[in-house]
């Protein structure tokens, strides 16, 4: 049996949406169609303001743009996260400060972020690990206390929540990807929301190479020009397409994610009880989390590499993730962070292993997933 560690999920209904995106011409970006999906996401995330991007990285890359950085002003953010939101922060001029995470959920510790804080210190950025909630009551608070701007790196958050509100709408905005890795896919694209209304104005024109040609498009002025620095972050119609076909299904694959993720729960927890693994506790908050990623802890790297090697002799792809920020060369060379020493972010890095999570994994093929790694977990560990 052969069990990548994704497949995307994409049929007729996204050939076909494709098919009349490219019959009705135009392929550039900010058609019709992007315009359509931008509505549909605000309804989705009941936000009144929604732009399309070519990517969740210059998503935030704008929201910061935005957010006018002063050189070197520090923004607070967790180690733990992909590469792009610590690229954001310095292509806004800012300087990414690192600190830790929660060891329950791998995300910001609002504990860590208010020892951070500072005179230098502009905003926080923080990431939705696994589309679960970062603590924001605490991180808003700490926002207002100090008058810095948060931004959210909802990247991998569509669909969750954080009360009565849709992760990626508390902040002064939030920044989602569609990738083809994620729960709704376009291939590439990413989207900013936001409730400001100042904030997507400017937005938009950044994304618009920094002019006001979407308001030229709109007939609210005679011609469009060069307003401010920007960048060409225009999603294409035809990517569009696909998203808005897959947003017509994601109901259904969320349903999906949602069921297979409580299986794993149920199916490992003797592993856990036996403190073999550590499971995320995802099964108290199953109905307002996305079901992005499923991951246990093991004891270490050691183990890890050969649970992950062992799974793959099995055919069964599963996978490390994030290689701490903080521990980067580029880090270390230009941020100073070789002293930095950040516990629960290191450990997490070399023990977390991500199992194969997402809609059209089979029970079969996710039984021999349970019963291979539970074969391997206790042969490798002691009683």
């Known amino acids: 049996m052969q069990i990548p560690f994704l497949r995307t999920t994409i049929g007729e209904r996204e050939i076909k949406a494709v098919s009349e995106a490219l019959h009705q011409g135009h392929l550039c970006g900010d058609g019709p169609i992007c315009r359509r999906v931008e509505q549909r996401l605000c309804e989705l995330l009941e936000c009144p303001h929604v732009l399309l991007t070519t990517s969740c990285t210059h998503a935030m890359e704008a929201a910061l743009l935005a957010m006018d950085v002063e050189p070197g002003a520090e923004i607070i953010m967790p180690s733990f996260a992909f590469v792009s939101a610590a690229n954001a922060v310095l292509r806004s001029g800012g ?36 589309g679960v909630p970062c603590p924001m009551d605490e991180l808003l608070d700490l926002a207002e206390q100090h008058d810095l701007f948060l931004i959210e790196d909802a990247a991998q958050a569509l669909g969750s929540k954080w009360g009565d509100h849709s992760l990626g709408t508390l902040g002064a905005a939030g920044c989602f990807s569609f990738h083809g890795t994620k729960n709704v896919v376009a291939g590439e694209g990413g989207a900013l929301a936001t409730r400001n209304k100042i904030l997507a104005q400017r937005v938009e024109i950044i994304r618009e190479k ?174």
């Open 95 to 130: 300087k990414p400060v690192f600190v830790d995470v929660d060891p329950t959920f791998l995300n910001l510790s609002s504990h860590a972020v208010a020892e951070a804080i500072n005179p230098n210190t502009a905003g926080i950025l923080c990431v939705h690990y696994a």
């Open 210 to 383: 920094g002019t006001d040609r979407s308001a030229f498009f709109r007939g609210e002025v005679d011609r469009y020009t060069w307003q401010e620095e920007g960048s060409s972050y225009v999603l294409s119609d035809v990517l569009a397409a696909i998203l808005h076909a897959q947003l017509d299904r994601s109901n259904e694959f969320q349903e999906q994610r949602r069921r297979l993720g409580l299986r794993y729960m149920e199916g490992l927890k003797p592993l856990a009880e036996e403190e073999r693994i550590l499971l995320p506790p995802f099964d108290a908050m199953a109905d307002w989390i996305n079901w992005h990623i499923f991951h246990i802890q093991v004891l270490g790297q050691e183990d890890r590499d050969h649970v992950l090697n062992q799974l793959k002799l099995r055919g069964i792809q599963a996978s490390f993730h994030f290689v701490p920020l903080h521990l980067s060369p580029y880090a270390r060379r230009f941020l100073g962070t070789e002293d930095l020493y950040l516990p629960v972010t290191e450990e997490a890095a070399v023990s977390l292993i991500r199992l194969p999570l997402y809609p059209g994994l089979t029970e079969t093929e996710q039984e021999f997933v349970m019963d291979s790694l539970t074969s391997i977990v206790r042969e490798t560990q002691p009683s």
